[in-house]
């Protein structure tokens, strides 16, 4: 079965602060794919980004980095120098490679809030 | 803007009633997804076509159905309408192969008074 957790079910800082996104993830599949969705309160999921299971190397993209590790089934993301704008529901999500084309398993999601 | 149409963006409607949730997925994506989200449940995966065919199956209730027709848009029917079925309904799409993104509609917010 697939599942993925996000424990961390709201968390609150002050601007300019780093906050780190927790993501653990269950999966037998040998081939599979993480992601990262934001849902501002406007209600829309963007997509963030996207790794597969065979590339472990950290990425970063702007304020953004992702680290994930193998080892501890983990997916965390950070957010350096947070901004009011960053305030959103984080989602991590976990997709098997079945042949293709399987749905999403999400996480609860995180709720950040971003304090001027 | 993902590309991927929803209608209506807001609907309101009685118990007992019955809805159409309309999906038009991005150009060139043959699989839709349907997701409900709701405050207790999170994101939940409903159901899932691809070229017309019901690939996965989710949590879709019995009074759920959906399809996909040759033009690739994607209809989501929900009938004898409960206040528990209160929720925002996503459409996503994704590309053919492999385990590229999905990329989500704006959503449809149903409320069941």
């Known amino acids: 079965a697939q599942k993925v957790t996000q424990a961390q079910t709201e968390i609150s800082v002050v601007e300019k602060e780093d906050v780190t996104l927790d993501c653990v993830y269950e999966?037998?599949?040998?081939?599979?794919?993480l992601f990262w969705y934001k849902q501002p309160p406007s209600g829309e999921l963007v997509f963030l980004i996207r790794?597969?299971?065979?590339?472990?190397q950290n990425e970063i993209s702007g304020r953004y980095s992702w680290n994930f590790q193998k080892s501890t089934s983990s997916f965390n993301f950070t957010i350096t120098a947070s901004q009011v704008v960053d305030s959103a529901v984080y989602f991590c999500?976990?997709?098997?490679?079945?042949?293709?084309?399987?749905?999403?398993?999400f996480g609860k999601g995180t709720r950040l809030s971003v304090i001027a | 803007d993902s590309g991927v149409t929803q209608t209506p963006k807001h609907l309101i409607t009685a118990t007992g009633q019955r809805v159409t949730l309309r999906c038009s997925p991005r150009?060139?994506?043959?699989?839709v997804y349907w997701y409900q989200q709701s405050l207790d449940q999170g994101l939940q995966f409903l159901i899932q076509?691809?070229?017309?065919?019901?690939?996965a199956k989710g949590n879709i209730l019995e009074r759920f159905s959906a399809q996909q027709f040759p033009d690739l848009h994607s209809e989501l029917n929900l009938s004898s309408l409960e206040l528990g079925d209160s929720a925002l309904y996503f459409c996503?799409?994704?590309?053919?192969?492999?385990?590229?993104?999905?990329?989500f509609g704006e959503g449809s917010r149903l409320t069941v008074l």
């Open positions: 996503a799409s994704s590309v053919t192969q492999g385990g590229g993104e999905l990329f």
């Open positions: 076509y691809y070229n017309g065919e019901e690939r």
């Open positions: 790794r597969n299971s065979f590339d472990e």
């Open positions: 999966t037998r599949d040998t081939t599979y794919y």
């Open positions: 150009s060139g994506d043959l699989s």
């Open positions: 999500a976990l997709r098997p490679f079945q042949g293709g084309n399987t749905p999403l398993v």
